[in-house]
């Protein structure tokens, strides 16, 4: 909202505080000033232009070729300039901004070409020349400025304009008067209130010229009619149009200036209709039986449902009640006549309306906020007021306007009774001191009346434009607004100690994320959303359980419409995304989670992810080291190292090759599903080729690993229970190395498993694997594992007889168990 | 006999010259076991000295024999002395390395992300307090997101944040805040009630200071007794903790309409430290987040008695003070796992 501070000075004598203290009071009451500016910037090279011409652009049928004169004298050259406006008509003035002049924004114009046609210069909206947010075609400029006059002359700005941003509970604030009240509370000043006359008599009644008709009280709690003849859709009287025009709005006519300008001031939106065009006796306040579809001033068509409220007559739906008026009786050039209307609608009705239609305009804004309901004839008399007095200037004689108002007001509003405690103001504030004088006298400043007082208990009246305040607490808010919250002292509380009750799956994924960086990966955040084509990349099947994703209503493009079911998507993007800035080996990880949709109660299951991924190299070629690709291996030896800074020894992991099906992305031949205890805790790979062609990593493919965090916790602490620590050995350990010749179907830790078996085994320590060979002297689908064995006692040195005794034991034993045969 | 010592005494001075000159830890040796070793020439004179019968003459040549062997062992100790300083001089003697050679990349240490990282010293301070980490769902019910907040359905305060909503459940959204964790929290736990949570939340917005996902850390204290001041306090404290004791804050009255009386918070801004910068448009200070006195509302929601307790609520941005804290001006790096990037940062926050 905009608030000039010329208009703001005829309701609270503000002419000794400067601009940057108005903000910073505004600012200490909660309405928030984004910016203090002054229409005085406007350039002087702005002026009245007419435009004495039109003809199509010969390129673009959306674009005008205007010819516009911004000189009276009739032998000077006019201005050809190209405007894409809709609302421009020959012999229309407007404004002109020439080659060489400056827009606010620093936008300079210069000569140009548009579309193969030269344009001199610009024809400006509203918005375009800072006046305001108006940008629905050009501003059409009062038709008796002097073509070639300066706008900021004619405009006379000395005058600062704030664009404040109010919060959506203080619709009492939507106005210069709601402004004003608050200031004048905190300031301690006067607020004064514009003298309203009554109507004067005329003879006219409303009464007489249409009849009233509410069948919905939720919908509408009061409305009043006023009718008024004489009238003219001439342009305003100068000051009204400034007025308007520093605040925000495009001056229009007359009729509908007058209802702004009353919006405006007391934050009352109210409705003009042209009451020729009425079609009936009877304005009627309802719902609709059935949709139908109405016709908006701005001719857009919309559905009307039976929840909108809407006016009609007997046989013309006039407009969507609070949102927009329609086309049907609209003010327009020819009206002469009109029935005001000034109501108050349900906030809810009103919203739901607006929002399931898309619709915004200030009136619907102040009506989901809550009016005053209470001041509605006031703003009512206070139009017919404003229309007086511009007719009078405009010269519109025969102008009168009716002596009553016709009103609906089935239920008087009662002022809301609210108790406040001073023990409960001192304690919720830390104001130990605070007084019971300073708590009543905060209150009234801002119209609350204090009924009464039992003790340290006050009784008080909510004002009937605070429709925020309902409870105890919103008393309490208005006297620390009053107070100033820089008065409330800073203190850290007393507390009892207690047990911390963070779950422990929070702190396990914590350290996750810190092993995983001391282990030389590279934290990345990624947005969790994916697209449909990212599932086909994936080369997920139809019914696949990551198929099963959760679809926004409301995604921003296709390319961000899912949630994910992995970390997959935004590593490969991330990975992919480096390459092509020449950026190779990235080691990422990320700490995401899965959406899924689920069943039951539990609509959708979320679980925390742990990701990451190698890129090619693992490791560069330099100096020291030869280039090495990132491969299935390297990844396996980062999660045995993840899980051993949990105590979860390698022993207690087991690697099982993927079911091809369940994990299409990995490499059939090159991946692994990762299990304690039985339980998957996660996977790992080598991307499927497909899959890295779709990402646009074709070649040198990178290593994924996923783990689930909640499954890795809870293996983990599985595994942690079964540790056991043993002393440091005494006597030497002796090794024996030996190789077996196997098919190459055996796996390792079959082998391990078999030697772990070895039923006389005494002394045995550890086997390690050294080598591991294929060769065609070793035979088709055969291959060689070396192996160290290490043995030791704990009562002597070992004999080379005892070792060597175990050692051809095992041998033997495996030699028997598997087939194999001890190497050549 | 005694021809044999004198002989000896010479070819032994001669082989050691021989070792000396190039002396190596087996000609060293050899020398030892040749003269000194079991079938080595001394124990064999040892042996013929007892077919000596004359008992003057055997002890004449017993102490040549003697003089012979300690002669001999002393010169074998030399030679073993100065072949180990050979030995050890060899081992010395290399040209020193280039102690200023890049090394492999192979063991580098990791890194958090600079969100993480501003998540970890917000918790990790706050943690010093008592106060423990609470989390909840992302994609979440509006009674947790809205209602329970005291955001009503048809009210004005739920087009304060542009909410993703989920296709096909009607009833829920993204998470707009962490403040739905605080409804879980107060529905799981009794007060008082210390608790801070981070996490992801998502707004549809995109464009050059905007992202559709966030972070957020929402510092709650629930118990009797628990002020504005307090609230004051906290903030006060955990802005010192990510800054220095010289930060500032200051509380603007505003509207979230889960606490009552809410504020803004504002910081010194933190490049120029009040004096006016091109970060803080000259104010001096950085909006940094909102804050309030719980809403009685939603005590009533989570059934916690609304009389007897009071309660505080802090949220701010961690990916803007994480800006802030470490100097980045672009809020969409963050996101795009750029590998040099993210690399930069350590593993904890620096001060």
């Known amino acids: 909202m905009l ?85 421009l008509s020959k ?33 400006c909206s509203v918005r375009e020349l800072g006046l305001g947010d108006d940008h629905d075609g050009i501003w059409q400029v009062d038709p008796q400025w002097a073509i070639g006059a300066k706008i900021s002359t004619l405009l006379g700005y000395d005058d600062a304009i704030f664009t404040v941003s109010l919060t959506p509970n203080r619709g ?48 509408c709690a009061r409305m009043v009619l006023l009718y008024a003849r004489g009238l003219q859709a001439l342009p305003s009287p100068l000051w009204l149009q400034k007025r308007l025009l520093a605040s925000g709005l495009r001056p229009l006519n007359l009729i509908v200036d007058v209802t702004n300008y009353c919006m405006l001031e007391l934050g009352q939106p109210m409705h003009a209709y042209d009451y020729a065009l009425l079609q009936g006796e009877v304005l009627r306040v309802h719902n609709l039986n059935k949709h139908q579809k109405i016709t908006l001033f701005t001719g857009k068509d919309v559905d009307a449902i039976s929840t909108d409220l809407v006016i009609s007559t007997e046989s013309q ?23 005001l209307e000034v109501a108050h609608f349900s906030p809810a009705v009103i919203r739901a309306t607006a929002k399931r239609l898309g619709l915004t305009s200030d009136a619907a804004m102040r009506f989901e906020r809550g009016i005053d309901q209470s001041a509605i004839p006031l703003a009512a008399k206070r139009a017919a007021q404003l229309l007086a007095r511009c007719a009078e200037e405009l010269g519109l004689s025969d102008f009168s306007c009716s002596e009553d108002l016709l009103e609906y007001h089935p239920k008087p509003q009662e002022a809301r009774k ?40 006050l009784l008080f009246a909510v004002p009937h434009f605070r429709n925020d305040v309902h409870r105890e607490i919103d008393l309490i808010e208005e006297i620390a607004r009053m107070i100033g919250y820089a008065a409330i002292p800073t203190q850290l509380p007393f507390m009892e100690m207690q047990p911390n009750r963070q779950a422990p799956l929070i702190a396990f994924s914590e350290k996750l994320r810190l092993t995983a960086a001391s282990l030389g990966l590279v934290e990345a955040i990624s947005f969790p959303f994916v697209s449909y084509a990212d ?21 921003l493009s296709d390319e961000l419409s899912l949630m994910q079911s992995s970390t997959v998507v935004g590593l490969l993007k991330a990975v992919a995304r480096n390459r092509r800035y020449g950026q190779k080996g990235s080691r990422l990880f990320t700490s995401g989670r899965s959406y899924l949709r689920g069943s039951g109660e539990q609509a959708i299951v979320e679980r925390a992810l742990l990701g990451a991924i190698l890129d090619f190299p693992l490791l560069a070629k330099s100096w020291c080291d030869e280039e090495q690709a990132p491969g299935f291996y390297h990844a396996k030896a980062l999660v045995e190292a993840l899980a051993a800074g949990f105590g979860c020894r390698p022993s207690a992991l087991n690697w099982e090759a993927i079911d091809a099906e369940v994990y299409p992305w990995l490499h059939p031949a090159a991946a692994a599903e990762i299990k304690i205890a039985g339980q998957v805790v996660g996977w790992l790979g080598e991307l499927h080729p497909l899959v890295g062609i779709a990402y646009e990593l074709p070649n040198e493919l990178p290593v994924l690993l996923e783990l689930d965090c909640q499954a890795l916790f809870a293996g983990v602490e599985t595994s942690q229970k079964l540790l056991t620590f043993s002393l440091a050995r005494k006597f030497p350990l002796v090794a024996r190395d030996f190789a077996f010749v196997a098919d190459a179907a055996l796996t390792y830790q079959q082998l391990a498993a078999v030697i772990q078996q070895y039923p006389e085994r005494r002394i045995l320590q550890g086997v390690e694997l050294f080598d591991l060979y294929r ?14 064995l290490s043995f030791a006692a704990v009562d002597k040195t070992l004999t080379d007889q005892e070792v060597d005794r175990e050692a051809s034991g095992i041998v033997s034993w495996v030699e028997k168990r598997l087939g194999v045969a001890l190497r050549a | 006999m005694q021809q044999i010592i004198a002989t000896y005494q010479q070819s032994f001075a001669h ?57 001999i062992e002393a010169a074998i100790a030399d030679l073993q002395a100065a072949g180990a300083r050979a030995v050890l001089a060899a081992q010395l003697a290399r040209p020193p390395l280039d102690v200023t050679m890049p090394v492999s990349a192979g063991s580098r240490m990791g890194s958090l992300h600079p969100v993480s990282l501003m998540r970890n010293l917000v918790v990790d301070e706050l943690a010093k307090l008592g106060f423990s980490v609470f989390d909840g769902p992302e994609v979440e019910t509006d009674f947790y997101n809205f209602t329970a907040l005291n955001i009503p359905e048809n009210h004005p305060a739920r087009d304060m944040q542009d909410t993703f909503f989920i296709a096909e459940h009607p009833h829920y959204v993204l998470r707009t805040h962490t403040s739905n964790i605080q409804i879980h929290a107060m529905l799981q736990e009794k007060p008082p009630l210390r608790l801070v949570a981070p996490g992801r939340v998502f707004r549809v917005d995109n464009d050059a200071t905007h992202t559709p996902m966030f972070h957020q850390v929402e510092i709650v204290v629930v118990d009797r007794g628990i002020s504005f001041a307090h609230l004051k306090g906290l903030i006060e404290y955990t802005m010192k903790a990510v800054f220095d004791s010289s930060m500032k804050i200051r509380l603007r009255p505003s509207y979230f309409p889960f606490v009552e009386p809410g504020a803004e918070v504002d910081m010194l801004c933190s490049m120029c430290r009040g004096s006016g910068c091109r970060v803080c448009k000259e104010s001096g200070w950085l909006e940094i987040g909102g804050c309030g006195m719980i809403h009685p509302n939603v005590f009533e929601a989570v059934n916690y008695d609304s009389e007897t307790y009071t309660g505080m609520a802090f949220g701010f941005g961690l990916d803007r003070m994480a800006m802030l804290k470490y100097g980045i001006n672009d809020l969409r790096q963050f996101f795009n796992g750029d590998y040099s990037f993210q690399q930069q940062f350590p593993l904890y926050s620096p001060r």
């Open chain 1, 317 to 339: 739906l006039l407009g969507l009640a609070g949102v927009m008026g329609g086309k049907a009786a609209e003010v327009n050039a020819e009206t002469r006549e009109i029935i």
């Open chain 1, 91 to 123: 012999n229309l003035k407007v404004a002109v901004a020439a080659i060489g002049s400056v827009l606010p924004g620093d936008f300079a114009i210069k000569a140009a070409k548009i579309r193969g046609i030269a344009s001199q210069g610009m024809i």
């Open chain 2, 15 to 71: 082989q050691a010259a021989a070792v000396h000159a190039t002396p190596s830890r087996k000609a060293i040796e050899d020398l030892r076991i040749a003269w000194l070793g079991r079938k080595g020439k001394i124990p064999a004179l040892y042996q013929d000295l007892k077919g000596v019968t004359d008992g003057r003459e055997k002890g004449l040549l017993g102490k040549a024999i003697n003089e012979l062997r300690n002669t």
């Open chain 1, 775 to 788: 060769g065609e002297e070793l035979g088709a689908g055969k291959k060689s594992l070396a192996l160290s």
């Open chain 1, 172 to 219: 009492d604030c939507l106005s210069y008067l709601g402004i004003a009240r608050d200031l004048a509370a905190r300031l301690a000043r006067e607020c004064s209130f514009p003298e309203i006359a009554e109507l004067p008599p005329s003879g006219l009644k409303t009464s007489k010229k249409i009849g009233l008709e509410v069948s919905s009280e939720a919908g």
């Open chain 1, 418 to 457: 609210i108790a406040l405690r001073l023990p409960r103001i001192r304690r919720l504030l830390g104001l130990y001191e605070l007084s019971l004088e300073r708590c009543t006298s905060a209150l009234e400043s801002l119209g609350f009346i204090l009924l009464d007082t039992t003790d340290e208990r």
């Open chain 1, 3 to 87: 608030i000039a501070r010329s208009w703001l000075q005829d309701y609270i004598d503000i002419s000794d505080l400067s601009d940057k203290t108005l903000a910073e009071t505004l600012v200490d009451l909660g309405i928030e000033v984004e910016t203090i500016s002054s229409a005085a910037g406007l350039d002087h090279q702005i002026v009245v232009g007419q435009i004495v011409d039109l003809a199509p652009h010969p390129n673009a049928d959306t674009l005008t070729l205007c010819t516009v004169r911004i000189n009276e004298d009739a032998a000077s050259v006019p201005l050809s300039i190209v405007c894409g406006a809709n609302n």
């Open chain 1, 535 to 555: 599932l086909d990349k994936l080369r997920l099947g139809e019914q696949h359980p990551q198929r099963q994703g959760i679809a926004l209503g409301n995604a």
